[in-house]
């Protein structure tokens, strides 16, 4: 075995660990020494707090796990197994045992999260790359280990953290909103039976269906875009809630059914009574899951803002001939002892899963088109490279109704410039992008015509009726002459992106109206046009490929990723801006001495 | 303030570095693999084992003027009646078998020249009593012994010292292994000698002091070596010992053992001192005085120099912060502790790395680029 001393360790950790003198509350247990998984370095440290409480003794033990490319990687902070802290506690993964043979526990301390701030000091992030980032973790472990002592871990006004559950690999969405904690507060059912759409089988992905009362009155239904509405399997499960976040000493989540039943019981609900009622429609109807619901605030110390609805797989129960042998034949009781006999025992670990909030709000954090876009209708004339990567823009900015109008077939070629894939070669562009669609999000509803706009038939020109945006992208002056003929019932936006040759220029064309103002279309888009056209005087097209003795127009993804974007940001500032008379803006790529410049605005209404 | 992890790095800078353990790993190995293959040697054999600092993990760092000495004493059973020449000289046809133009004899042991920083010393003892003969063939178990490997990470042996742990273990029995005896060419006398007891005695005060004992003997001794180099004497084993006798158990660190370490010899030996005379140090397990060979001059020079360092370990525990501390520090053991820290550690306001800032304003990740 290699000499296990510091020496080895290279000299800008060895340097940087010297910090360690300057937080008088730290001092080295165990020095630098490399760690069996091999590329990270192990540091043990002890800190002595000027608090301590019922789970944090005064002096703790810590091991720090450092990666060997110090100062950059990352540093993990666990408890010593020996010495050190046994409980969960907010901003700690699970703090279970940890290996055998390793002298470190699991609950690593999340001090690199910027949640963790303390006295409403903004701390700055962990100094990656920076050779004295080390003396930032000490003193950062430090204040970690005074907060868990004094309760100020998770302190009242500070972003809500979950506890950690312990789950398997999967996933289960559902959704909440606010005005769910007053419906379920307003009931007086606490359990019942809930179903889920399967959305994938491996790895795992649920949607709920609906949370309904034992004897099938639906208490929530959760509505869902086209993915989850066309999913081919179902399975039901049960659902049971309480009015606490379940936690266990300082933060930790239950792990055994034990352990939930000595929670429930705190709460005023009776485990076993519950489940043995709520099992009772669902026996011998296959896998079965559940969900354990309980408010949750935004804030710690705050009101609940949500039912948050933690998923769990139900272990295998009883039903047929499957029964505790003793009792009467198949009857609720003895499916019931049985299980509570082998499956739902104080030690029996719960199988938790992961499960998320899709509501639009929560799958949209991390951005959103402004609400007067992502609560339109939308049509999108044309499915091709403008119409294509359009849509999915304004599905992923949040836009959950919309139609597709496409008479084309998708080809190979295609692909240079478009979102759809191998399988959708030689099917029709609209139903494939509108299948694309819907699989973006649970919440989607992506419909398709295959038809062309001027060949529409009466009910197929009544569904487009039913929007409040409609979008050509066609490129095609025959689209725009019908769209200004057809008369819609209500006044409506129009929107128009094209793209000149070459996707050099983009036209980005809005009215608001009872029909498209297709001249004034024409009058401002012509001289751009012409000016096209004399551009590229003698220029000769691709051609399709050999053999084909038809042109193509070129343009390239990133070229027209670019001009539809600022297109379509330009509409949606628009929109917000409520400007409703017609006006077009013409956005130019720029090229300066050979490298590209952006993006500008260059027509004269500028 | 007595900066731990500053001794560490400072240790790494005086200790034999890793190419030289192996290497002198590989010369005693390989002096013991010959031995053993030797068949006229092999009636007289009884056992071997090392001895000496780089046993007891008290060595520094090998140079070309400070060599790195490895000393193996072979046990045999030439009986103590025989002349002590014999002991020595029935080893040379061995040598000039094996180590040609590269030994040279001297007073107590031949010596073999490894490599210009690494040298052999074997050092061959008369027959010990029946007892101890058997105690010496059940412990060791041919060449194949392992000396322990000191793991400074966990600050204790990797794996027992076993040579250590059965004298000890003996002692606890009643019973005490004997002195060794040792040829002195020149005096032409055997000479007790108890390096076991060293080895064993070194063991259980390092334990006592946590592990530190082993770093504080070499801290002193690079003092010696590298910053009062006059006068001569005490240095080596003496000087080991006279920190053994000095050192107080139960260090919290390197830098509180040198301190009190130097304190004490100050207290212990201050009549001597006034008295211009030196103490009387007694060896482990035999009746030698280790000071024996120290002259009474250089004692009195060097208890000078110990209070002057004694002055400057003080200030540098008492400073109150960091950068002044590791300044001291450095002053009594030179350029091997390493650099105090630019500045001095403590971050104002608006410095943003290794501190708490005040937020000006929504917080900035740092970096600025996402995907």
């Known amino acids: 075995m290699p000499d296990p001393s510091p020496e080895s360790a290279p000299e800008v950790l060895r340097v940087a660990r010297r910090a360690i003198e300057y937080v008088p509350s730290l001092r080295l247990v165990q020095d630098l020494a490399p760690a069996r998984r091999g590329s990270v370095w192990t540091l043990c440290i002890e800190v002595t707090a000027l608090h301590s409480s019922e789970h944090v003794p005064s002096t703790t033990r810590w091991w720090m796990h450092i990666d060997a490319r110090y100062p950059w990687g990352t540093i993990e902070v666990y408890p010593a197994k020996d010495g050190g802290i046994t409980e969960t506690f907010p901003h700690q993964d699970l703090n279970t045992e940890g290996e055998k043979g390793e002298p470190w526990r699991t609950g690593d301390i999340c001090v690199r999260e910027p949640s963790f701030a303390i006295g409403r000091r903004g701390f700055d992030r962990d100094p990656l790359g920076r050779p004295e980032r080390l003396r930032w973790y000490f003193e950062r472990i430090a204040s970690w280990v005074e907060a868990a002592a004094t309760g100020g871990l998770a302190r009242t006004g500070d972003p809500f953290e979950l506890p950690q559950f312990k789950t398997a690999p999967g996933i289960v969405g559902f959704q909440s909103e606010e005005a769910d904690v007053a419906l379920f507060d307003a009931t007086p059912w606490r359990s019942g039976t809930a179903g889920f759409a399967v959305l994938r089988t491996e790895p795992l992905q649920l949607a709920l269906t609906g949370l309904l009362t034992t004897s099938g009155a639906v208490i929530r239904d959760c509505v869902w875009g086209e993915r989850v509405r066309q999913a081919k399997q179902h399975v039901a499960g049960i659902w049971l809630r309480t009015n606490s976040i379940p936690i266990l000493g300082p933060y930790r989540a239950p792990r055994t059914w034990g352990e939930l039943r000595r929670l429930l019981a705190g709460d005023g609900t009776d485990l076993d009574q519950t489940l043995k009622t709520a099992l009772r429609p669902l026996r011998g109807r296959g896998p079965l899951f559940g969900l354990l619901g309980f408010p949750i605030p935004k804030t710690f110390g705050g009101g609940g803002t949500q039912m948050h609805w933690q998923a769990f797989r139900l272990p295998k129960i009883a039903s047929g001939e499957v029964y505790m042998k003793g009792f009467r034949r198949k009857h609720q009781d003895s499916y019931w002892l049985r299980d509570r006999g082998t499956v739902f025992r104080d030690n029996d670990s719960i199988q938790w899963l992961r499960s998320e909030n899709w509501s639009a709000a929560e799958l949209g954090t991390r951005g959103q088109l402004p609400p007067s876009v992502v609560e339109a209708r939308f049509v999108v004339i044309g499915g091709g490279s403008v119409g294509a990567p359009l849509s999915e823009l304004l599905v992923r900015g949040g836009v959950r109704r919309i139609s597709i109008v496409d008479g084309d077939k998708y080809h190979a070629g295609n692909g240079v410039r478009h979102t759809l894939l191998l399988d959708d070669i030689e099917a029709f562009k609209a139903p494939s992008v509108a299948a694309r669609l819907n699989r973006i999000s649970p919440l989607v509803e992506a419909k398709s015509i295959t038809a062309f706009i001027p060949d529409l038939k009466r009910e197929e020109w009544d569904e487009i009726q039913q929007s409040d945006i409609i979008v050509d992208c066609t490129g095609e002056d025959d689209a725009i002459a019908a769209l200004g003929e057809a008369k819609c019932e209500v006044p409506r936006w129009f929107w128009s992106v094209s793209l000149s040759l070459g996707a050099k220029r983009v036209y980005v064309f809005s009215a608001r109206g009872e029909d498209f103002p297709s001249q004034a279309f024409f009058s401002r888009v012509g001289p751009w046009i012409e000016k096209d056209r004399l551009e590229h005087a003698g220029v000769v097209m691709p051609w399709e490929g050999t053999g084909c003795w038809h042109s193509v127009v070129p343009g390239r993804a990133e070229e027209i990723t670019v001009m539809v974007a600022a297109a379509l940001r330009y509409l949606c500032d628009t929109r917000a801006m409520n400007l409703s008379a017609p006006n077009l803006a013409v956005f130019e790529r720029q090229v300066k001495d050979g490298l590209f410049a952006g993006v500008a605005r260059v027509d004269d209404a500028w | ?371």
């Open chain 2, 1 to 371: 303030m007595d900066v731990p992890s500053y001794f560490e790095d400072f240790l790494k800078n005086i200790r034999p570095d890793a190419e030289q353990r192996l290497a002198m790993a590989a010369a005693h190995k390989d002096l013991r693999e010959r031995l053993q293959r030797d068949k006229k040697l092999a009636p007289f054999l009884i056992a071997n084992f090392i001895q000496g600092s780089y046993r007891r993990h008290t060595g520094l760092v090998g140079t070309k003027e400070n060599q790195c000495d490895v000393d193996l004493v072979v046990v045999t059973n030439v009986p103590s009646t025989s002349p002590p020449t014999l002991a020595l000289e029935m080893f040379r046809p061995f040598l000039e078998e094996n180590y040609k133009g590269r030994y040279e004899p001297q007073g107590r042991s031949w010596c073999i020249h490894w490599s210009d920083i690494i040298t052999l010393d074997l050092v061959p003892t008369s027959a010990p009593s029946e007892a101890n003969q058997n105690f010496f063939r059940s412990i060791v178990t041919g060449f194949t012994f392992e000396d322990p490997v000191f793991d400074r990470a966990m600050r204790k042996y990797a794996h027992k010292d076993l040579l250590a742990e059965a004298v000890l273990s003996e002692r606890k029995k009643g019973w005490q292994v004997e002195p060794l005896e040792i040829p002195d060419r020149e005096a032409k006398v055997w000479e007790k000698t108890h390096p076991l007891a060293q080895i064993a005695w070194t063991a259980d005060k390092n334990a006592a002091c946590d592990g530190h004992y082993i770093d504080v003997v070499r801290a002193i001794k690079w003092w010696r070596r590298a910053i009062e180099p006059e006068p001569k004497y005490p240095k080596g084993y003496p000087l080991e010992h006279l920190v053994g006798a000095c050192c107080p158990d139960r260090l919290g660190g390197i830098g509180e053992g040198v301190a009190l370490a130097f304190d004490a010899i100050i207290e212990r030996y201050a009549g001597e001192a006034a008295a211009k005379t030196k103490p009387k140090l007694t060896d482990h397990g035999v009746d030698h005085d280790v000071l024996g060979r120290v002259p009474v001059d250089h004692f009195l020079a060097f208890y000078e120099k110990v209070k002057t360092a004694a002055e400057l370990a003080r200030a540098a525990r008492a400073a109150d912060t960091v950068a002044r501390s590791v300044r001291l520090w450095r002053e009594l053991f030179g350029v091997a502790f390493p650099e105090p820290p630019k500045e001095d550690g403590r971050s104002d306001a608006k410095t943003v790395i290794g501190g708490f800032s005040e937020r000006q304003g929504p917080t900035v990740p740092s970096g600025g680029r996402f995907a």
